[in-house]
């Protein structure tokens, strides 16, 4: 089986940073697109930021220029660097991978993480 498994949430103040970590385990073969997504209570969830296997990278308009997504393939884990906070970016924060589990078929499976919370307030 595979678990993501998020890190990094918490509460910071407007103008700050957090930098979230996203990190697959199980029987892996190739980790391969990934993505951040972000739920606030009352609405629905969100794309933020998503990579491809090959680094290509797409950004939701409301977090262009603040955040970053990267890639680490070795360590199977993807990264969501957010700088200048806002409170509006207040939510649960969600880990999406497309994971191959064998080299015997080129099916991937997605797979989400538990989510981590990112609180932004004065």
């Known amino acids: 089986q595979v678990q993501l498994v998020e890190s990094g949430g918490g509460l910071v103040q407007p103008g700050g940073s957090l930098r979230l970590s996203c990190a697959a385990s199980?029987?892996?073969?190739?980790?391969?697109?990934a993505g951040w997504y972000r739920q606030a209570p009352g609405k629905q969830r969100e794309m933020v930021a998503t990579i491809t296997s090959g680094g290509t990278t797409n950004y939701a308009d409301s977090v262009k220029g603040r955040f970053t997504i990267s890639r680490d393939n070795a360590k199977n884990t993807v990264y969501l660097q957010m700088n200048s906070l806002k409170p509006e970016d207040t939510a649960a924060y969600y880990c999406?991978?497309?994971?191959?589990?064998?080299?015997?078929?080129?099916?991937?499976?997605?797979?989400w993480g538990q989510g981590t919370q990112v609180t932004v307030s004065s």
């Open positions: 999406n991978a497309a994971v191959r589990l064998s080299a015997l078929t080129p099916i991937s499976y997605a797979y």
């Open positions: 199980g029987s892996i073969f190739s980790f391969n697109a």
